[in-house]
Structures are given as structure tokens and as C-alpha cells.
T-cell receptor, first 121, second 116 residues
Framework: GAGVSQTPSNKVTEKGKYVELRCDPI?????LYWYRQSLGQGPEFLIY????????DSGLPNDRFFAVRPEGSVSTLKIQRTERGDSAVYLC???????????????????FGPGTRLTVL | GDSVTQMEGPVTLSEEAFLTINCTYT??????LFWYVQYPGEGLQLLLK?????DKGSNKGFEATYRKETTSFHLEKGSVQVSDSAVYFC???????????????FGQGTILTVHP
């Protein structure tokens, strides 16, 4: 079946511009994560959605970053007033079950998309 | 906070050589441990996992044992192939207070290159 997809695959923008990055998770997956991977580093957690709500946004670096998942499926990561330091690969991942006592999502494999490479000039 | 430390890379081996990539961690709760792999031109994918102490995860000839006493999860393979060339990431996910969001904390990655 279809995996996690992300669009665009590459995005080049100028400092100060606004960008939106889209993630289509695997159908039926309720949990969705965004990560950011800088060159030569491992991915770093940004935000986690359970259904439509952001259950944990502790990884967002500042208030220029915002993400939504209005219908519990597709998610959009939005970055305002981009800075050169925002340049990175932005990864999206999904898992089939919820977190919490029943879901034990820490055990579940996360399925990653190919990422969006953002370059801020 | 939670953190993962991987051995410095890159690692270059000849085909059929023995591979070890070291991984140690610190965690605020009881972690599940993972190895993810990123092949050239592909996305991250799970290689293996272990969810409790002394568990051994294995897949595609790779193995890693969850060692709580040494807070380690070293990746090993007895005989590497050219097709194993990739970037390998050790990661953990902590379950605290009976709940878990499943978010992953990754190491910095180790580049493995295997020559024929």
C-alpha cells in the first residue's frame, strides 16, 4: 500500500518568507509526528498529533513554527518569517495506534516519509 | 533529558567483515530502543527494536541486545554486504507515568560504507 508521502520534496525560499510543508500519513494511522533533520545529525522531534489535536508540541523551536491536522489525516507544518537556520530536511512519520495507557505507541514502528528538503537563502 | 550517543563515524568495511556500531543512552523513564536505517535515496525505516531489558532485536542478519546495566544497544552483524551501506540511527522512546507519545530521540547517525 501507499506509504507516507510529503510534498514538496524540495523547497527553496528566501529569508523572511512563509512556507508550508505537507504530510500525507498512511491511511488509518492516528498518530503523526514531525521531525527536523539538520545536515549530519539525527532527526529531532518537533510535534506529535493524536487525531486532530497536537498532543505534544514541545519540540517546536519557537512561535514561527506551527502545525495543523484539521481532519485527523493530512498535516501541514507552517513556518513564518523563515531564517537561514531553518534549512533542514523535515520528516513526517505516522503510526497506526494512539499513545496513552492503551496504545503503548512507544512500541510501534514509525513509518517515515521521504522528507522535504527546505533551503532558506 | 533523554539522549542517545552513537559511535563516531563514518565506518568503512570490506565485504564479509564483522560490524559493530556502538550506542548508549540516557533516559528519564523506561525506554524502548530502536535502530533505524536510511539507505541511499530512501527514507528512514525501522531495522530492529527491543522493548525491555535483555531483549534481543534482530532483522536481516543484524542484532542488538537491550542492556539496561550498561545503558547500551549496540548494533552487530557478523558478515556485512555491500548492500548494507547506509546511515544507521539508534533511537529511543520513553514511556513515562504509564503514557507514551512514542516520540523518538535519535543519535547523530553512523555512515557505513561496505566495499567489495
Amino acid at each position: 500500500g501507499a506509504g507516507v508521502s510529503q510534498t514538496p520534496s524540495n523547497k527553496v525560499t528566501e529569508k523572511g518568507k512563509y512556507v508550508e510543508l505537507r504530510c500525507d500519513p498512511i491511511s488509518g494511522h492516528t498518530a503523526l509526528y514531525w521531525y527536523r533533520q539538520s545536515l549530519g545529525q539525527g532527526p529531532e522531534f518537533l510535534i506529535y498529533f493524536q487525531g486532530t489535536g497536537a498532543a505534544d508540541d514541545s519540540g517546536l523551536p519557537n512561535d514561527r513554527f506551527f502545525a495543523v491536522r484539521p481532519e485527523g489525516s493530512v498535516s501541514t507544518l507552517k513556518i513564518q518569517r523563515t531564517e537561514r537556520g531553518d534549512s533542514a530536511v523535515y520528516l513526517c512519520a505516522s503510526t497506526p495506534t494512539a499513545g496513552g495507557l492503551a496504545g503503548r505507541s512507544s512500541y510501534n514502528e514509525q513509518f517515515f516519509g521521504p522528507g522535504t528538503r527546505l533551503t532558506v537563502l | 533529558g533523554d539522549s542517545v550517543t552513537q559511535m563516531e563515524g563514518p565506518v568503512t568495511l570490506s565485504e564479509e567483515a564483522f560490524l559493530t556500531i556502538n550506542c548508549t543512552y540516557t533516559a528519564t523513564g523506561y525506554p524502548s530502543l530502536f535502530w533505524y536505517v536510511q539507505y541511499p535515496g530512501e527514507g528512514l525505516q525501522l531495522l530492529l527494536k527491543a522493548t525491555k531489558a535483555d531483549d534481543k532485536g534482530s532483522n536481516k542478519g543484524f542484532e542488538a541486545t537491550y542492556r539496561k546495566e550498561t545503558t547500551s544497544f549496540h548494533l552487530e552483524k557478523g558478515s556485512v554486504q555491500v548492500s548494507d551501506s547506509a546511515v544507521y540511527f539508534c533511537a529511543l522512546s520513553v514511556e513515562a507515568g504509564g503514557t507514551s507519545y512514542g516520540k523518538l530521540t535519535f543519535g547523530q547517525g553512523t555512515i557505513l560504507t561496505v566495499h567489495p
